[in-house]
């Protein structure tokens, strides 16, 4: 062996050399360490600490208790019952989300793919710990799936409070009412008054491992903010008797829908608004969408002979007639553009004012309307509140249509006077006619008792309702005693309006409907009334749209579905008669009067 061979061999296994690179090494791990603790504590703890802890935070919605809807008696129109969420951790679910996604489908009744999708966490990021399953599901359905679900081996899965919508009376006023969808609400004061009867949700987090709460982990609370109840001046038995009466008459005329209304005369309130069809707003969508709103103020159409009230009443307070003005109306009136004739055949009659309503003429009205100054009969309507919404706080009404002054001229008013080129809602139409039961003062309809405010910011109720008076009182009197010639089977139009016991004022009304720019011959018939007559504490207004079978009028087929209304609301109520005598006013003047024509 050679000396050098001998000295390199000795130098690789030197412990001093081994000893050097192990110290170099250790040295350099260190250093790594090091910095990274540097870097941890001394430059941004705070981000690094903020970035873990949100790798395991969890958030969950606390839900408000939505307010009830009541009636202006406190029953529940709309109301909160028990219900739970469903919530899961996709981390766990997605490794048998098929066989979870399975058994919550048949259990709760929800479709099975959107329920895997959440299960599987697709929806949310791969990391995400916390996702909805199913929302406002029955409580005792959830805990009995859960529970199947956790027997069965099942982990992942979570429930907390989750209110559930429900409608007690169903069809009962869901036109007022409106619904809650899915995600959020969809109609009527659900809608309007979302806000306050929603409430504020709460929220809690806190931190999670797995999927699992940590017991003494970091967490904080935002308690929810409960909605407001909202008090209607709905009468729920009252409306509930509307609708019912209201869908036999439809049935019975085969008519296209129909609407009632029930108004207190002196506050305005509304104690009934039944649309006919409705829906039922526990299932909404088992009715058509047309019949989910409120008719009775989002659709327009010409009221007819109803509007003779309004025209009249306005003509006797501006001092041009009296009831008893005498007149002489031929079996024709030629005007500029149209010839106007009345519903039934005549020859020259001799009708006093009262007979013009009583026999409802349209000829009469003119030749009486001709007496208003220009464009004064616009100014009272105005003030009727005809052209304007009530603004009661439900959405998508309809201002109707009142032709402008600019448009206004001797045809249109020819027309509007009877009730043609003038469109009205049938909310409208009563809260004018209301104005003549109350003495002359229109009072603007409510919905809500006390107030609230609708989600574009309008307050409503009848601590907002603001009056003013229309006509005199002289003027109102003297058209409630035309008004009660009506009924009179001698004289009038309607005499299956008569409450045995009680004076009854009404007006009929029938009306060609405007279909597609046109009138296609269908009809729009009414009949609009207050009693008791002398003392007035209710008005209630029956319109029935294209009734198809059987005679078609204002008085023999919304004339009966008016006088059964008008007297459950007097016996309800308990408001006795008021043992006066009805108006005697005579109809005729002269002699050779012989009016042929049909109730």
């Known amino acids: 062996m050679r000396p050098n061979d001998q000295r390199r061999g000795s130098r690789r296994g030197s412990p001093h050399l081994r000893m050097r690179i192990g110290f170099v090494l250790i040295a350099m791990v260190l250093s790594l360490f090091g910095a990274r603790l540097v870097q941890l ?41 028990d219900g739970l969420m469903i919530t899961a951790d996709p981390t766990i679910t997605r490794q048998y989300a098929p066989q979870l996604a399975t058994l919550l489908a048949n259990k709760l009744d929800l479709d099975y793919a959107t329920t895997l999708t959440a299960l599987e966490g697709k929806a949310a990021g791969s990391g995400e710990h916390y996702v909805y399953v199913a929302r406002k599901q029955p409580a005792a359905k959830v805990t009995e799936a859960v529970d199947a679900a956790q027997t069965a081996g099942f982990k992942g899965l979570y429930t907390a409070d989750d209110p559930i919508r429900e409608y007690p009376a169903g069809d009962v006023a869901a036109n007022v009412v409106g619904f809650l969808g899915t995600d959020g609400p969809l109609a009527g004061l659900e809608k309007s008054l979302n806000n306050e009867l929603a409430g504020k949700d709460g929220k809690e987090t806190y931190e999670a491992s797995g999927g699992t709460r940590i017991p003494l982990g970091d967490s904080s609370t935002v308690e929810p903010v409960n909605g407001t109840d909202v008090h209607t001046t709905i009468d729920r038995e009252l409306q509930w008797y509307a609708q019912r ?3 036999q008459a439809d049935e019975k005329s085969n008519a296209l829908n129909g609407i009632a209304i029930v108004q207190d005369v002196k506050t305005g309130e509304i104690l009934a608004l039944a649309d006919d069809p409705t829906f039922d707003a526990s299932d909404p969508g088992a009715s058509p969408k047309a019949d989910r709103g409120a008719r009775s103020l989002n659709e327009v159409y010409e009221p007819g002979s109803v509007e003779k009230i309004l025209t009249l009443s306005a003509l006797i307070d501006a001092g041009k007639v009296t009831d008893r003005t005498k007149l002489v109306v031929p079996g024709e009136l030629h005007r500029q553009d ?11 009659l001799r009708f006093t004012l009262a007979g013009v309503i009583a026999q409802s003429s349209n000829i009469g009205t003119v030749l009486a309307s001709d007496r208003f100054d220009s464009g004064q009969l616009h100014q009272y309507l105005e003030q009727f509140g005809l052209g304007q919404r009530t603004n009661v706080g439900l959405l998508g009404e309809s201002p109707g249509i009142l032709p402008t002054m600019a448009q206004w001229n001797h045809q249109i008013q020819d027309r509007v006077d009877f009730g043609q080129s003038v469109s009205v809602n049938a909310l409208q139409e009563i809260s004018a006619v209301n104005a003549v039961a109350n003495g002359g003062v229109r009072v603007d309809p409510s919905l809500i008792e006390g107030k609230a405010t609708t989600d574009s910011g309008q307050v409503v109720g009848t601590d907002e309702t603001t009056s003013h008076r229309v006509v005199s009182k002289r003027a109102a009197t003297q058209m409630m005693k035309m008004m009660e010639r009506v009924p009179d089977p001698k004289t009038g139009t309607a005499p299956q309006t008569q409450i045995p016991g009680y004076r009854v004022a009404g007006k009929t009304g029938t009306a060609q409907r405007a279909v597609n720019g046109g009138y296609d011959g269908s009809l729009t018939v009414s009949y609009a009334g207050f009693a008791p007559a002398d003392n007035p504490r209710f008005t209630v207004y029956v319109v029935v749209n294209d009734p198809r079978s059987g005679a078609a009028g204002g008085g023999v087929t919304a004339g009966p579905v008016w006088q059964k209304i008008m007297s459950f609301a007097l016996r309800r109520y308990g408001v006795a008669p008021t043992n006066t005598k009805p108006s005697n006013l005579p109809t005729m003047w002269g002699k050779g009067n012989n009016p042929h024509g049909r109730p």
């Not at 010839?339 to 020859?347: A, E, Q, R, S």
């Open 245 to 247: 009466v209201l869908r």
């Open 41 to 81: 504590q001394g430059f941004d703890p705070h981000a690094y600490a903020q970035a873990a802890e949100q790798v395991n935070l969890q958030h969950q919605v606390l839900p408000a208790q939505r307010g009830e809807i009541l009636d202006r008696n406190g029953k529940p129109l709309a109301d909160s019952a």
């Open 338 to 348: 149209r010839v106007i004739h009345d519903w039934f055949t005549h020859g020259t």
